[in-house]
């Protein structure tokens, strides 16, 4: 097998909401975490146990940092897809400080955002992956409908 795979897929909560800040070259990014957890039952004592773990996320792609900014909240449902990145920063006492997240950068990773429209973010499974890559155009053409439109289907199916 050639080459190797960096990717990352998060279904999870948001711990906090997502902090944005700006760059002096006027780009932007959007940090938060997100919790997921996992439930078995105890084999000796036959209690239910959860773990939760926590995960960082940095967004650099501008278009998903402007969702996150405006629509995402603590408690958001969200279904994340990156790369694992850890980088290297010193502390106030110059100590080397690791830190590993999952990073969304411009044309790579997703964000889809499960909350339906009572939470206050957009409509259940928006996804703004590629919103960066898309037509601005908001609605199709009719040529465009009719391509992708379903043919209607008056066959019976055959099993």
């Known amino acids: 097998m050639a080459g190797s795979v960096n990717k990352v897929i998060l279904l999870g909560n948001l711990g906090r909401d997502p902090e944005v800040r700006n760059f ?3 780009g932007k990014v959007a940090n938060f975490s997100i919790a997921t957890s996992e439930t078995w039952k105890d084999r ?3 209690e239910r146990r959860e773990r939760t773990e ?4 940095s967004i650099t792609n501008e278009a998903l ?3 996150a900014e405006q629509y995402l909240k ?3 449902k969200v279904y994340v897809e990156g790369q694992l990145e850890t980088r290297k920063w ?3 006492a110059g100590n080397d400080r690791y830190t ?5 950068r411009p044309y790579r990773g997703e964000l889809t955002m499960l909350d339906g429209r009572n939470s206050g973010s957009e409509p259940q499974g928006s996804d703004y992956s590629r ?7 908001d609605s199709l053409s009719n040529n465009d409908q009719q391509q992708y439109s379903s043919p209607d289907m008056d066959d019976e199916i055959p099993f």
């Open 24 to 26: 002096p070259n006027g």
């Open 44 to 46: 000796n004592t036959g």
């Open 54 to 57: 926590w995960h960082n996320i």
């Open 65 to 67: 940092v402007r969702i």
């Open 74 to 76: 603590k408690g958001s």
């Open 90 to 92: 010193q502390d106030q």
């Open 100 to 104: 590993t997240e999952v990073v969304l």
């Open 131 to 137: 919103l960066e890559n898309t037509p601005q155009s």
